[in-house]
């Protein structure tokens, strides 16, 4: 029987309760918006003890359906005042959803400044105090819980950021080498974790189970079938696996939308220097994993190891964005550097695009100069101590602009745009600008269609159909979100019918259901849904789905273009008939 | 024929317009409001080329009428994202009414770093390089404009604070004695300034004349009843008179309202040390001057100057608000010190009250001690300096909070609440979260009624009545802003009606009109209207319009009371049938 665990750090209770009924048939992220609709009130402070963090494994976490192990996390945002969902990868996912965890509620806020763990197995849930893990980053507090509690659990934590509250904290997962690589990064939910005095939490999935399938050999035909579809797909089967997400830097380098010097040109001369193609090159040199998955489980295998030139591990391969927010968008072509500061911030816990967004901010108010590979590395540094200036960074891009007066600041909701300049991927601009999240690709990741030309072709240059190519991506995502799927499988599923169907049966065959295509769109819709009514509560309006000034007014070389998706069109996103 | 002046510092011309029909009529905040909710777009950014700033005198300047030469300045804010009207004395507003100029409109936005000065004469108006003002604070700037301009004018200024653009940054007015000791303060309207690259104005105000009056002699009798009302009533005649606003130290401490310890008690052991009587003692010592108007006309002359033990200048008297915010808000007991401080800001140009709110959250943030009078010189000195603390401290409460990760930060709509407690002082709790100002106290000064028994007797710690209160004191206060009256007059016309006729008589004696009572409420109520409406168009949602979070949940001493007016009466209180 699948459960709720309630954990008060307030009482340092941890209580297990049966799924209420009207969180049933939802997880990942549908269960982490609906317990934050219902039980957080909007106006609360993010890092105050009314707000709840929420960990939930996906619908189909706990089986052996491809790359479904993502665990999300919810809260009211510190950084947005919104709502917000952000999954990773790692294996706390399937290990949550095989001890029949559907979620974790943390509740309240430890009373005085101890910290705490809490230890979630099948025997014994429990909260155990943390002090000797203050100030401890990620990584450093991985190495002390695992001489603890071994190799054969997961760990969830939170760096420096976290226990400073900061805007850009990020939560921290083990992939399978149990290096806290993988980040729910957007939006600052570290610093509710922070805020509650929660450092981290050990997984232990010893006699966890395989989740119970209603129908076993229908689920394994679907499974077989989406597997199918993952391994057909030539994103998901050859690009990603050989290059990584760094496969698109030379890509939308060449599209004109890759942003560079803080959102002011579309293409990096330094681009080729960062990308894909180099960054599988130097691994090969290296004798590094050039394709590896973050969880048991992936078939896609997108991320790798980067190593020094001395053969030493520096950090997983740093992600597109990642190389993007340090690199093009700082004028940046040190791929080595960017790696290093990928691991400085993983270990902090900040989120490389919130952090790399600021960075770049900070590099036009005159703090460094634009370029300063090396400025860059000791600005992360100053981060991780926590001086005025690393405060400041560590809060986000919105933070910095304010703080030195700079009115080019890429944020929607106060949150950092990412890798794609909305101007010449327009479709992306009406994500960012409408998704409840806050500027954010993966809300309905539109480049797609935009450019890739998978599930279609709509022109990113055009302000037809970017609305409406939006919203069904938006739909789609909170689906996949809900699912606990890796969001790489939306290209096989824009392409391949199968695909989706394959989803809807696996669901369908998971819980004895008779879900259509219809069911599964209502089910996203009514996820956007919550998750609007929530923001709208916490006074939100309608020009907050905009993008900055800068965007409309400022044209974008190469193509010379700017952001003008009417406002209409944006309204339209998110309203459902 | 009165004038709009248009100073377009893209292209550095200056241009005299007739005041277009839509704007007649206005005066001060009414005017600055409406070509800011009619000119400015309201999701542009606040510190670029399509803000507009613009400086108006009341309906009533250039009169004899007694305090009526208050100037507006208005603008889209930079700390709130609002429309924004602060108003100031000085010679400022006196000198543009008497050179028949209605509004100072500031457009676009110099094209390179450099400084301008706008010089304002009835022969001439034109803009000048200022770049040897760069960096400098407002004292040092105004002496040197002294030795250029003689010191028949008026200046106004930004110091370093509106050069970089901070959220705290003022817009700083010269008094009789050119110091520039008068602010718009709140809401950050100084970075507007700097944003522009208006480093100053110098008023000339010779060849000016005393503004036309239709009817002369009903205006005369009409003035005379007025400044008689402002005579005989006990504060405008003695409180403010005898100790400043500092007078309310001691007042609103016993009412348990004077908030302390960023907001966590209502009563300061010290305030006595700190309020208005210890004041009037120590400049009487030391021969200073204990009662001074801020500008020609006043006839309650409420400042007065601080002298240092050795007998020199230091500052004007550092007001109620300012002692407060870094005094019992900071758990400082030391007159002296403050009043440096008042002189620091005033050079600076950074609002006494956001400064003190967030070097307040900054020591709950643990940055320095409460207490700290050194360190909190200290920190003021970081912000002259544009440290990154400094650039933290003077993007106000909310940028520090965040910044810091504190959850008790006292900010409606990013704008610091001042000196009167919202959970004893209701009222005013209620003004504080329907201002479209964002948290002020002047926008609608409840604690009267609440406190000091003006106009009624409305009991501070009940909930009833409140937004009622707080409405009719927001449409009065809309009024006396447009008309360029002191606020101060409100304590005479909510007690002596027929301050309130004189007003109503002075305005239709000047113009020709024939408005009743109904009509000049119809009028305030029209220019909250104009606001709320941008403040829509600009995202504000009925959330924006509560307090924070920590003001709802935690009793504050010696009461043991929170903020409890019901959403609904809050929701109430701007809207109009």
């Given at each position: 029987m699948f459960k709720i665990l309630r954990v008060n750090m307030t009482d340092l209770s941890v209580k297990a309760e049966d799924v209420p009924e009207e969180y049933q048939g939802l997880g990942g992220r549908g269960l982490t918006s609906a317990i934050v609709a219902k039980e957080?009130?909007?106006?609360?402070?993010?890092?105050?003890?009314n707000n709840k963090l929420i960990f939930a494994p996906g619908l189909?976490?706990?089986?052996?359906?491809?790359?479904?192990g993502r665990i999300s996390v919810g809260a009211k945002s510190p950084l947005t005042g919104g709502i917000k969902e952000a999954n990773s990868g790692g294996q706390a996912g399937q290990y949550l959803a095989k001890l029949g965890i559907s979620a974790i509620v943390v509740e309240g806020m430890a009373q005085d400044d101890m910290l705490h763990k809490l230890f979630v197995s099948k025997e014994k849930c429990e909260l155990l105090p943390a002090d000797e893990l203050k100030g401890m980053g990620n990584y450093a507090t991985v190495e002390r819980l695992k001489d603890e509690y071994g190799l054969d659990v997961a760990f969830v934590s939170i760096g420096q950021a976290g226990e400073w509250k900061m805007g850009a904290a990020t939560v921290a997962f083990t992939d399978k080498e149990l290096r806290p690589t993988r980040h729910a990064g957007r939006g600052g939910l570290g610093a509710v974790m922070g805020s509650k005095g929660l450092k981290a939490i050990i997984i232990d999935p010893s006699e966890g189970e395989a989740a119970p399938l209603v129908d076993r050999e229908a689920f394994k035909e679907a499974a077989k079938r989406f597997a199918k579809a993952l391994q057909e797909h030539p994103v998901t089967s050859e690009g990603l696996t050989t290059?990584?997400?760094?496969?698109?830097i030379n890509v939308i380098n060449e599209a004109g939308a890759l942003p560079t010097r803080n959102f002011s040109n579309?293409?990096?001369?330094?681009a080729d220097k960062v990308g894909g193609e180099t960054l599988n090159k130097i691994t090969a040199e290296r004798k590094g994993d050039p394709s590896h998955g973050c969880m048991t489980g992936c078939i896609i295998r997108c991320s790798g190891t980067f190593l020094d030139s001395k053969g030493n591990h520096v950090s997983k391969w740093p992600e597109y964005e990642t190389i993007w927010a340090w690199g093009p968008n700082c004028e940046i072509d040190d791929l080595e550097a960017i790696a290093r500061i990928d691991r400085a911030c993983d270990d902090i816990g900040v989120d490389t695009i919130e952090t790399g967004a600021a960075v770049a901010v900070a590099m036009e108010g005159g703090v460094k100069e634009f370029g300063d590979a090396a400025g860059a590395e000791e600005l992360i540094a100053e981060i991780g101590e926590g001086t005025p200036l690393g405060r400041i960074l560590g809060s986000g891009a919105g933070v910095t602009g304010k703080t030195f007066g700079v009115r080019r600041v890429p944020v929607v909701k106060n949150q950092a745009l990412p890798a794609y300049d909305p101007r010449a991927v327009k479709g992306v601009g009406v994500t960012y600008a409408t998704s409840p999240m806050g500027g954010d690709h993966t809300a309905g990741y539109a480049v797609a269609t935009n450019i890739m030309k998978i599930g279609g072709d709509v022109h990113p240059l055009r302000t037809e159909s970017q609305a409406k190519l939006s919203k069904d991506l938006q739909v789609t995502t909170a689906v996949i979100d809900t699912a606990g799927l890796c969001l790489f499988v939306a290209f096989p599923m824009l392409d391949i019918p199968d695909a989706f169907t394959a989803m809807v049966d696996m669901l369908n065959a998971k819980y004895g259901l008779s879900m259509t295509g219809d069911d599964i769109g209502a089910l996203g819709q009514k996820v956007l849904e919550m998750e609007t009514d929530f923001n709208r509560r916490a006074g939100f309006g309608r020009a907050d789905d905009r993008l900055p000034e800068f965007f409309r007014t400022e044209k974008l070389p190469?193509?010379?273009?700017?952001?003008?998706?009417p406002d209409d069109h944006l309204d339209s996103v998110l309203k459902f008939d």
């Open positions: 957080v009130e909007p106006t609360c402070s993010p890092i105050g003890t189909l976490g706990g089986t052996n359906c491809a790359n479904s290059y990584g997400t760094a496969v698109l579309g293409r990096f001369e330094g190469p193509h010379n273009v700017v952001f003008d998706v």
